[in-house]
């Protein structure tokens, strides 16, 4: 999907989020997903602005507190998009089925 000003936020992105909250940290995240730290920060930014709020929370230093986590607005942003995702997969599933694997 496309925001307004031409910011791509799809299934990928959404797993690069999910990670980030899971791990707390935006660095061990992109190593897993295997992309650069400065593009994903870079990405994050853009996303952020296109969004309209904050959907990470950084907090420098060591220990429990420290790290990257979702806002509680990028969870519910998150989940927005994890159910319009549902939804569409489900409308597709169902159109296929009413046209292509029809057996008539």
Do not use: C, N
Not at 36 to 48: H, I
């Amino acid at each position: 999907m496309v925001f307004d000003d031409g910011v791509k936020f799809g299934d990928g992105r959404a797993s690069l989020l999910e990670l980030i909250d899971e791990l707390g940290s935006l660095q061990q995240a992109v190593a897993r997903v295997g992309m650069s730290y400065r593009s994903a920060w870079g990405y994050l930014r853009e996303l952020e602005r296109a969004a309209g709020f904050a959907l990470l929370e950084r907090h420098a230093g060591r220990g429990p507190t420290a790290g990257t986590r979702l806002t509680p607005r990028g969870r519910e942003f998150l989940a927005r998009y994890r159910r319009f995702r549902a939804g569409l997969d489900a409308a597709v599933r169902r159109r296929f089925a009413a046209t292509i694997a029809r057996r008539d």
